[in-house]
């Protein structure tokens, strides 16, 4: 299926330690699962699909807690599970097949190298309701089942504030970069956080090392050791744990992280990072599949409507720079609900090689920013991965 992706809730989610998650043994691939009651009685079933584990302390941590929070918010009129730990190739079918089998009428999965499988599925099973995250063929005009939909959310916007913060924090203006896979998603947010840096100080450069993966602790150290080896004052991790947030620890330097409110175990080098509220939106899809109103909408949510929000921020963020990001967020909040990407446009916008790529004044599509396969001027590495 070539290079595969996966994808916080308003709640915030407890972060444990790197030391605790390998004691707990998170890095098992096994498959598991867990529901909040054995039986169902007339509630609607639903499921979640995890690539990682639920304590990973980032990306899966946050789905689940969105899991959680609709568990709470709806009672007796849902009964919730999951499966974790779930790799991307053949067994997402075996596991659909058993969730579909169990009575589950609506499914969500959250890695992007599941939605082959879930469109597959729709296919299959026209009763049941799928929700893939970070799903991007409905946006660029590919044909899927009307039973599928994709749900996602202008993360770019707040990591572009994050990148304020970490422009202003790092004093010789080289961020690094922990870098997942080369795709559309994590590249516009690696250069909407870049071109947050370069708004507060343009002669930022941020250095991006690649990962080739979502969760791997090691591999995540070992790059952010490597970029502050290379002379970066600033760390910004876009993977789903907190690796990197141990080493900026341990040298002592700023960090924005993902996903995930980790001020609490990181707090002497904390800034801020992107958030997402993804407990509002499961509890009305599950709502939506229970009263007949499900539709297919290809949700991208915004600031404005409070599914994307920053983190607090750490004791390093100057008042000076929470005001200033205060006011970009009265900006996009004074937007309709669907507003995103108020800054793209506000100059010209170069790629690494001096081309112009968004014109001043423009206005992004969510298909442009879909499709977007450059990094902009001031970035060093390859986009190609």
């Known amino acids: 299926m070539g290079i595969t992706t996966r994808r916080r809730s308003f709640r915030k989610a407890g972060i444990v330690s790197l030391s605790l998650l390998a004691a707990l043994g998170l890095f098992a691939s096994a498959c598991s699962s867990s529901s909040d009651d054995s039986s169902s009685g007339g509630a609607t079933k639903a499921a979640w699909i995890y690539v990682g584990p639920i304590n990973d302390g980032g990306w899966t941590t946050a789905h689940n807690a969105g ?8 009672g007796s ?4 599970t999951y499966k974790e730990n779930v790799p991307e190739g053949p067994e997402v079918t075996q596991v659909i097949d058993g969730l579909v089998k169990d009575g589950n009428t609506i499914i969500f999965a959250t890695s992007y190298g599941f939605k082959d499988a879930m469109q597959a599925a729709a296919a299959q099973y026209p009763n049941v309701k799928f929700e893939q995250a970070t799903g991007d063929d409905i946006t660029t005009g590919k044909s899927v089942p009307a039973n599928y939909n994709e749900y996602w959310g202008a993360g770019e916007d707040t990591l572009y504030l994050s990148g304020v913060s970490a422009g202003t924090a790092s004093k010789s203006g080289v961020i690094g970069v922990v870098a997942p896979f080369p795709i559309p998603e ?10 947050g840096a370069q708004s507060v100080n343009p002669a930022a450069t941020v250095k991006v090392v690649w990962t080739k993966s979502w969760f791997n602790p090691t591999l995540e150290r070992q790059a952010a050791e490597s970029l502050v080896s290379s002379g970066v004052d600033t760390l910004f991790s876009h993977q789903d744990g907190p690796a990197a947030g141990e080493v900026a ?52 949510g915004t600031i404005a409507d409070n599914f994307t929000s920053l983190a ?63 990094f902009v001027k001031g970035i060093d590495g390859s986009a190609k991965g």
Do not use: C
């Open 67 to 74: 899991r959680e929070f609709a568990a709470t918010e709806l």
């Open 77 to 80: 009129k849902v009964t919730t």
């Open 186 to 195: 994590v590249i516009r947010h690696i250069n909407a956080f870049t071109l």
């Open 249 to 300: 620890k341990a040298a002592n330097i700023p960090w924005v992280g993902y996903d995930s409110d980790q001020s609490g175990s990181y707090s002497s080098v904390w800034l801020t990072t992107a958030t997402y509220n993804w407990g509002p939106y499961y509890v009305a899809k599950i709502n939506a599949a229970s009263d007949g109103t499900w539709k297919q909408d290809n949700y991208y």
């Open 312 to 374: 607090p921020f750490g004791t390093l963020v100057s008042s000076a720079t929470k005001t200033a990001v205060d006011a970009q967020i009265g900006t996009a909040k004074s937007g309709n609900a669907k507003a995103f990407g108020w800054y793209w446009g506000l100059q010209d916008r170069l790629d690494q090689d001096g081309v112009v790529q968004i014109k001043k004044g423009a206005t992004l599509t969510q298909k442009d920013l879909y499709t977007m396969s450059y």
